[in-house]
């Protein structure tokens, strides 16, 4: 039975712009290769830590939303553990209220972002 | 029956006008807290970060749980303080 689930993963700031994709890459295809399903991805690039985090102030956000068997995510986190590229990384199964909640910000996200984009304003 | 005279007091007591409390989240109809939102999370907690207790919110047993494992996560996420000591000034 598929689950939604949404993971949300920090990356060090110490990392190229090429390597950060090609670590979310490997992620999404892990996921992919288990059989899960890939709603939504954010990426919220870098942003300032509120507390420092292994010496470090920045870091890479990365949002990912899919659907899963429970089975899946307890090696889909060890291969968080694995990668010393990941800082942190928080899994969380999304009930109806919040896959509800979910499908109305990514709509909301989608129409902010044709607005700018017809405004001419490159996000 | 003694005479009732009326009593006189020292000082005014002030009875406050008991404001009556609501819970937001059932007068809104949100049903979920979003653990990203770190904005919105800011209303519930205070200067030092901390979760503002219900008695001062006025918020139900359900969505206060919410709000503090919302809170709880946006700070594993380094998106809200553990700590801090001027939190909502420094914006």
């Known amino acids: ?29 892990y996921l992919l290769e288990k059989g899960a399903e890939i709603l939504h991805q954010e990426n919220w690039g870098l942003k300032k830590f509120e507390y420092p985090i292994e010496k470090k102030n920045t870091g890479f956000y990365h949002l990912i939303q899919f ?20 800082m942190r990384y928080l899994t969380v199964s999304l009930d109806k209220h919040a896959f509800a909640y979910s499908e109305k910000r990514r709509k909301l996200r989608k129409e902010k972002q044709q607005k700018e984009e017809k405004e001419g304003v490159i996000l | 029956m003694a005479q009732q005279t009326d009593i006189k007091y020292l000082t005014p007591i002030s009875v406050d006008i008991r404001k009556k409390k609501y819970c937001r989240f059932k007068k809104s109809g949100i049903k979920y807290i979003d653990y990203k939102d770190a904005e919105f999370l800011k209303k519930f907690i205070n200067e030092q970060g901390r979760i503002l207790p219900r008695r001062l919110t006025g918020t139900s047993l359900k969505f206060q749980k919410k709000v503090a494992q919302a ?20 914006q």
């Open chain 1, 1 to 29: 039975m598929l689950n939604h689930y949404e993971t949300v993963f920090i990356m060090t700031p110490v990392l190229s712009e090429e390597q950060m994709k090609e670590t979310v890459k490997k992620f999404e295809s």
């Open chain 2, 71 to 90: 809170v709880k996560r946006a700070r594993h996420l380094a998106l809200l303080p553990f700590v801090a000591d001027n939190l909502k000034t420094n």
């Open chain 1, 67 to 86: 659907d899963a068997e429970p089975s899946i995510i307890k090696d889909f986190e060890l291969q968080y553990r694995r990668d010393e590229k990941i």
